[in-house]
């Protein structure tokens, strides 16, 4: 079993927060990017190296590097597109120049794979690095699919993707899921791309589509590390669960406070335990009742428990991103952060949990390194 890590990474709407366990307490030991907009921290266990993305507004989004655990910071590159691209958006509008508006995932390749990173983005686009992030290249066949022009975006006017799992057997085998454009795998380090979303189910589209898979919106995707066949999806109308790899994905219903939601996560260990937080779906996308709760299930999904020791439970208005839960290396450390500003960790499993002695800004994600 690996050690519990000590060091969390917040990305927030002002700035990159790093908190560390000292003794029983999570502190705030420095703020990186004060003022800037971080949408996004990636830790790369290969090299301990940290990646912190950013949104700037006018300046665009931005990605910077640090070899030494947030001493020192060194921008690099971020993705472009070509000048004639174009992004679908759905609803019979025209298509959008593809312009990159969000850096949304980012993952490391495997160990044998040194320097090799992949990142997601808005627009849809995957990209690879061999160098660290000094370059990047589009994955042509994904972007080139026909089944793009099926895709629509969720949230944003164009469709993104969120989500990136390098199968820890294998690192050519890779798993994307995109919102609206379903889950892709690829065997070959991203030369080549097919569908692997059967069997999920989007209520949302008319009865005749509502199985298509090119369409379905998956909010985040999580591979299990120890049997990396175990694959868990947050979806827009419920719970998904595989087993064979996202060869085919089982619905998960009558899952109580609700289904719906946008952050899930798994143990590294256990394919069985995994962690949702659920919401009041669509316009609303605020706790069930205003009471802040994670659901788990620790058989496969065949119950749930609505864990609320620690969390708010009345007029709580805490939404959390796709990002926005994270659990660590060892299994028992969990952290969630909201859309208006709080901060809990629990150090069993969600049995209870501890609110952060401070408030931040907006938290987009949370990562622990």
Not at 125 to 148: I, K, Q, V
Not at 246 to 256: G, H, L, P, Q
Request: some cysteine.
């Amino acid at each position: 079993m690996s050690q519990p890590q000590d060091t969390l990474l917040v990305s927030t709407r002002k700035g990159l927060f790093v908190l560390h366990r000292a003794g029983e307490r999570w502190e705030v030991d420095r703020t990186h990017f004060l003022g800037d907009k971080v949408t996004l921290a990636h830790v790369d266990a290969r090299d301990g190296a940290w990646y912190a993305a950013m949104d700037l507004g006018h300046f665009g989004c931005k990605l910077h590097r640090s070899n030494d655990r947030g001493r020192n910071w060194t921008e690099i590159a971020v993705p472009t597109y070509g000048p004639e691209e174009t992004v679908p958006v759905g609803d019979g509008k025209p298509e959008l120049p593809a312009t990159l508006k969000l850096i949304w995932a980012m993952a490391s390749g495997g160990a044998n794979e040194p320097g090799r990173l992949w990142l997601g983005s808005n627009p849809g686009g995957l990209f690879r690095s061999d160098d660290h992030g000094a370059s990047w290249t589009l994955m042509r066949d994904l972007w080139d699919r026909p089944e793009r022009k099926g895709w629509f975006g969720g949230g944003y006017d164009a469709p993104g993707i969120h989500s990136i799992c390098v199968d820890p057997r294998d690192a050519r085998t890779l798993r994307v899921a995109i919102s609206c454009g379903g889950v892709w795998r690829s065997d070959d380090s991203g030369a080549t791309w097919r569908l692997s979303a059967q069997g999920m189910r989007a209520d949302y589209m008319p009865p005749d589509l509502a199985y298509e898979q090119n369409i379905q919106d998956p909010h985040q995707m999580v591979q299990c590390v120890a049997a990396p066949d175990t694959l868990w999806v947050q979806h827009h109308n419920g719970i998904f669960h595989s087993t064979d790899g996202a060869a085919s994905w089982r619905e998960i219903t009558d899952v109580a406070p609700s289904g719906f939601g946008f952050a899930v996560a798994v143990h590294p260990h256990d394919p069985n335990r995994a962690w949702f937080v659920p919401a009041i779906k669509d316009q609303f996308r605020i706790p069930v009742d205003g009471q802040l709760v994670v659901t788990r299930t620790r058989d496969g999904g065949r119950s749930f428990e609505s864990l609320r020791n620690g969390l708010p439970q009345q007029h709580a208005y805490d939404l959390i991103y796709r990002h926005g839960l994270a659990i660590d290396s060892s299994g028992d450390r969990l952290a969630i952060g909201s859309t208006t500003g709080g901060l809990w960790i629990s150090e069993d499993q969600g049995e209870s949990w501890t609110a952060l002695d401070a408030r931040l800004p907006p938290v987009h994600a949370v990562t622990f390194a």
